[in-house]
């Protein structure tokens, strides 16, 4: 273990570390209804580093790097989460190889092949995700797309007072975690119940308790 911890070490450690952070952070804010990555994704343009629709001449080395790596590809926290390994596993090879054969590796040297080797992992690994992970399907339903879908509270219960949020899976089975509220005049929808989307304001969507009908299709 203090092998594990000196300078040699220590970059892969964080990234380790970092990665594990991401992990949790993420798995409860889905837990809390709503995901990181989602809102991660909407700040960062990684579309612009998309392998399909990068402009590599606009983009410049940077755009090309990403793009062949494959980022725009996955949600953006995915992507970053498969480096951070990729570069973790890579450095503790590297170094526990190195030790095995003569002596660590200066941390610079260490770090230099474990990005050079993370790259092709991420590469790789990334685009066995995105065939379970469609992020351009996801992205290509807009937010008006998504009225008259039935969605489940997760966040609430849905009132007059502060929005909570809801889930619904879009026409091509991927779900959306949105900030929504019950419409004027409508009864209150409980965590877990059935909200039909009706309307939007801005970013808030206004929901109703979904009629029997739906929920039994949905």
Known sequence: MDALLSPGYQPFAVAGLVMAGLVLIETVSLVGGFSLSHFIDKGVDVDAYDGHHADLGGAGWLGGMLGW??????????????????????????????????????????????????????????????????????????????????????????????????????????????????????APVPVGGQALLVDRSGSTFLVVPAPDELKASS
């Not at 992205?139 to 929005?163: C, F, I, M």
């Open 69 to 186: 790596v494959n980022a725009g590809r996955v949600p953006a926290l995915i992507f970053l989460i498969v480096w951070l390994a990729s570069f973790a596993v890579a450095g503790f090879v590297i170094q526990t190889v190195a030790i095995g054969v003569w002596t660590a590796l200066p941390t610079l040297a260490a770090s230099l092949a474990a990005f050079l080797l993370a790259t092709p992992a991420t590469r790789f690994t990334t685009r066995l995700v995105s065939f379970i992970i469609p992020r351009e399907e996801t992205y290509v339903v807009s937010n008006d797309d998504l009225v008259g879908r039935v969605a489940e509270v997760t966040l609430g219960p849905l009132d007059q007072g502060p929005p909570g949020r809801v889930k619904v899976r879009d026409a091509h089975g991927n779900w959306h975690f949105l900030i929504a509220k019950v419409a004027d005049g409508h």
